[in-house]
């Protein structure tokens, strides 16, 4: 990005009814992905001078033991109703997860799950890293996910959605095929960095159900409703131009009981319909980036 | 120049396991299963009893407490409402659905309502001690030395005033230090319902046990927080019942909904018919047993 400037210069402007036909595989028109993030939250993490990482006092009894029933409870739940009906994970994943849980990082590896980076932990924030810092992050979650896992990161969502100006140079410098961190399309687009390429898919914090739930304050049954809202409209355009659909999940959120049963009804719609091409994040790249 | 230090970058908690030792990890699908003495789901009901002083005060100001300048009519009665009130109506709706109950309680509760744990004690339901008032709240900037002497006077207080020494702690707003599990425990307690992560009893690494009263299932979230009605509320009830059921029946292990209500949100007039309603299908329902906080641990602990 142009650092200072006051457009960054992220990417181009192509307006949305005017754009070359994007085709799916089978003719679908519209990719959709799911991404779970499988996060790791520090009890006790260090201050940061930008950001506070819990509201209240350490132990934020509540918000870290409402994200850690993702890892004891309700991360095996939502990725039960995923393999049903047959959606693979794109992992957004906080690498240091490998090391404190793996048996959740092995289950999502076995159900064939896609791995990208979070950050080190979602307690831990990029503002204010230098380079060599931004650096020792990148290098530990493409050497972490390595090890735990044997695959090769393609991906990057910044840990709790925290940037420097060189975030998206650095990632596409060290060979990475997209970022989840910028919100202006609903297809994938090209992004402007310093060298290499680097594609930008459309994740979303709209259907995100960390928002459907906390700042729309919706309940299970409107959020699945709005899932499917989103999926039809999509679908549709799509027949223009490919678009793309993702859905941003929580388990410690989505997979509450009391939510879990609407949103398998959800998945269940998506999945009958037939225009979805049902998809991990690096294969939606690679079909766009065949297309340029 | 950068002005996070190196440290910020490495990480001398990482590693298998958690980074603290208050409790170990496990995967509840992976346990060895949970029978109950009926039924498959336990249906926990939880109600808070809380009196605000209109003097707010404690470590921090816990939810539902006094906002406007001093004095706060408003807020003060509100509150009170509940336990003049709201209170009386759940103790006759359980009664008429036939099921027990637990209820958390402030010391100022028993010493100023003894009806009100009269009836309760009457009825079969169980005290669970939740401090002295509401201002009675811990978090770790209180002096470990304060906090047991809190923790000491709620318990001597409740005892005295109801004649019952609770086994079962609920801090406000479930919020703990790193030294209030231990200090639940030197007081003797058995179990606390603060921590949210899990769907099944579990205990600590010192001993005590956690039953997960969870706080998005409550009242206080979805009708106070997210601004649902009281029916939008029973549905997620309903909707959470049937999910749990299923996966006990799948599962071959019980499973647990816990209800978190408080008197002056789900107690009011236009909102209560939506739990006796919801009691009554889930009374009839076979997979339900209704059971108090203490017989949910001690079924959970003849098996564990």
């Known amino acids: ?292 | 120049m950068s002005s996070l230090p190196d440290s910020y970058t490495h990480y001398p908690k990482r590693r298998e396991g958690y980074d603290h030792d208050l409790y170990a990890w496990s995967n509840m699908h992976a346990r060895p299963p949970v029978a109950w003495p009926q039924g498959s789901v336990a249906v926990w009901l939880c109600v808070s009893l809380e009196w605000f002083p209109i003097l707010p005060g404690g470590a921090f100001t816990a939810p539902g407490h006094m906002v406007t300048p001093y004095p706060d009519y408003r807020h003060y009665t509100a509150r009170d409402y509940g336990n003049r009130v709201g209170a009386w109506r759940f103790l006759e709706a359980f009664a008429k659905a036939g099921v027990t109950a637990s209820f958390a309680a402030n010391a100022a509760i028993a010493e100023r309502y003894p009806e009100l744990i009269d009836a309760v004690i009457a009825g079969g339901h169980e005290i669970v001690a939740h401090s002295t008032d509401m201002n009675g709240t811990i978090d770790s900037t209180l002096d470990p030395a304060a906090e047991r002497a809190l923790v000491a006077e709620a318990m001597e207080r409740i005892e005295r005033a109801s004649g019952v020494r609770p086994t079962g702690w609920l801090s406000i707003a479930r919020q703990q230090s790193f030294a209030t599990l231990d200090i639940l425990e030197e007081q003797g307690l058995g179990y606390c319902c603060d921590w949210v992560n899990d769907e099944l009893p579990y205990r600590f690494t010192n001993g005590l046990v956690n039953l997960p009263l969870n706080h998005e299932l409550s009242d206080r979230q979805i009708i106070t927080v997210q601004q649902k009605s009281a029916d939008s509320w029973a549905e997620s009830m309903r909707d959470a019942f049937d999910w749990l059921a299923r996966e006990a029946k799948a599962s071959g292990g019980g499973r647990m909904l816990p209800i978190h209500l408080t008197p002056y949100i789900m107690g009011l007039p236009y909102r209560i018919g939506a739990l006796e309603c919801l009691l009554a299908d889930l009374a009839g329902r076979e997979e339900a047993w209704f059971a108090r906080g203490d017989q949910i641990v001690a079924a959970w602990e003849t098996k564990a």
């Open chain 1, 1 to 292: 990005m142009r650092e200072g400037a006051s457009d960054p210069g992220l990417y181009d402007y192509h307006p949305y009814n005017t754009r070359p036909k994007i085709t799916w595989p089978g003719g679908k028109s519209v990719a959709v992905w799911v991404a779970p993030n499988l996060e790791y939250y520090e009890i006790d993490p260090p201050v940061h001078p930008k950001r506070k990482a819990w509201p209240r006092p350490h132990p934020d009894v509540v918000g870290y033991g409402h994200r850690d029933h993702s890892n004891r409870v309700s991360h095996w739940r939502m990725a039960e109703v995923m393999s049903r009906h047959g959606f693979p994970g794109s992992v957004s994943l906080s690498v240091a997860l490998c090391q404190h849980h793996p048996e959740v990082v092995a289950d999502a590896a076995a159900r064939g799950w896609e791995f990208f980076s979070h950050g080190i932990y979602n307690t831990r924030y990029a503002y204010e890293m230098t380079e060599a810092q931004e650096r020792s992050i990148i290098e530990d979650s493409i050497r972490t996910v390595r090890d735990a896992t044997g695959q090769t990161i393609r991906g990057w969502l910044a840990p709790a959605l925290t940037h420097t100006p060189r975030t998206l140079d650095l990632i596409a410098e060290y060979g990475l095929d997209y970022t989840c961190d910028l919100y202006h399309d609903d297809q994938v687009q090209e992004v402007k960095v310093a060298k290499g390429q680097l594609a930008s898919i459309p994740y979303s914090l709209e259907v995100n159900d960390h928002y459907g739930f906390f700042v729309y304050n919706m309940s299970g049954r409107e959020y699945a409703e709005t899932l499917i809202r989103q999926f039809e409209r999509l679908a549709a355009e799509g027949e223009r131009s490919g678009t793309v659909m993702c859905i941003p999940l929580h388990a410690y959120l989505i997979g509450q009981p009391h939510r879990i049963g609407p949103f398998e009804e959800a998945l269940r719609h998506i999945a009958a319909d037939g225009r979805a091409w049902i998809a991990r994040a690096g294969e939606i790249v690679d079909a766009w980036r065949a297309q340029q």
